[in-house]
């Protein structure tokens, strides 16, 4: 694949997920089996060598966004909760939590601060909240996008964890798990060619490769169109109230990518393609191994609210 460029051809027909397929009923993403977790400290060394399907748990709740895109800390709390008990298979949540960190731990959380649709205190506390609450020291603890290579809790962390909000994107089509760690490099420009096309290469920098314990893909008011570099606008953003957790960053932006096509095709009527291919997230699977991106190689488990679910 060295040198090729993609076009949307190409990416539809190797597409890591099949929205069209999914609203029609698609059994290769309906009602899916958990398969054991993987254990504690195993982070994404882990996730590549996995011949079993990498688990999703989409969570959704219709109090977690009210008016005038207002989050509910609370409930956004229950449904991180409510995630990662069911990714580790356990029913407390500080049990589940201690399937990722502990008190020796040093922990990065790799947010996300873009002005127009950031992260958001609501889910960055709750994460906090239970990493506190698993032992780990306040003063290892690092919540911050910007300035990665200059922060001693990221340099020294023992673990990171990866969340931002879902968007589509000028550079690489989509803006999910994947691309959130482009900040741990000093040039971003340069990963801008083809798309992204390389950007699971960042993880397998020193500072990031194998330290990954959790992503977590913002699905509460995710943006499904945008025009140009600077080109936001409000009206594109829709409540959709939800939460995608993983350990594999590759299956948490599949999944995330077939919600955003599958609105955009019942906005447009079409199946209308992003200003940039979002191939970046196919090419994490087959060519760098990073996670998995096809539809028959994630278990998908949905909790909560269905309505307009869209997969």
Known sequence: MAGK??????????????PVASAVGCSCLSCPKPVPAAPAGAGMARITQMSHKSRVVL?????AVGEA??????VVQ?????????LFLEKDPLVAWKHIVGPSDIVGVKTNVWNALPTGPELEGAIRTRLLEAGVPA?????????????????AATVLINVRPARVHYW???????KNYITFTPKYA???NDACADLAKIWSLPQVAGRTRLNILSMLTPLYHNIGPRGFSEQYLWPYKGLIVSQDPVAADATGYSIIRAKRLEVFGEDKPLEVSAHHIELADTKYGL????????????LGWSDGILI
Request: charged letters at 35%; hydrophobic letters at 40%; proline letters at 4%.
């Open 139 to 155: 003063d290892k603890i690092s919540i911050k996008d910007r300035g990665l290579p200059n922060d001693p809790i990221f340099q």
């Open 172 to 178: 690489s089509g989509m803006g999910s798990c994947i």
């Open 78 to 86: 229950k449904m991180l909760d409510d995630a990662v008990m069911t």
């Open 190 to 192: 340069e990963w801008h």
């Open 59 to 63: 969570v959704r709740d219709a109090a």
């Open 69 to 74: 895109r207002k989050i509910n800390a609370s």
């Open 5 to 18: 460029k993609w076009t949307r051809r190409d990416f539809l027909k190797t597409a890591a997920v099949a």
């Open 291 to 302: 996670g998995k991106s096809k539809p028959e190689d994630i278990d998908l488990i949905k």
